[in-house]
């Protein structure tokens, strides 16, 4: 399953209704750190596709949400499973350490 971009009025269905746990990323265009995890995230959307749904929120489109999880630096993962918080990393981190929060909601 390729990732999956959310608008506040997509939130709803593509993250909190999920079947799946779901790693949303936050993250915005001017944002180095975040195009070096992008590709990332595409590989684990590949690799993972069963198990994981993977949705990216461009924080300055959609402030609302960011607000609403505290979201204070991007970029930030959080994994949400059942409509509620999991955990989440903060900052470019490595593939390794982002398919091992996963495996947290597994």
């Known amino acids: 399953m390729p990732t999956v971009t959310a608008t506040e009025q997509t939130w709803e269905a593509e993250v909190l209704a999920a079947d799946v746990p779901v790693l949303v990323d936050f993250w915005a ?15 684990i959307a590949r690799e993972r596709a069963e198990t994981v749904k993977i ?4 924080v300055e489109e959609h402030p609302a949400i960011s607000r609403r999880y505290d979201v204070l630096s991007i ?17 470019a981190q490595p593939k390794a350490a982002i398919t091992a929060l996963i495996d947290k909601a597994l």
Do not use: F, S
Request: proline share 11%; glycine share 6%; hydrophobic share 40%.
């Open 55 to 58: 949705v990216k929120l461009n």
């Open 75 to 91: 970029p930030t993962l959080l994994l949400i499973h059942n409509g509620q918080l999991i955990d989440q990393l903060v900052g």
């Open 29 to 43: 265009q001017w944002c180095p750190p975040c195009r070096k995890v992008a590709p990332l995230l595409d590989e």
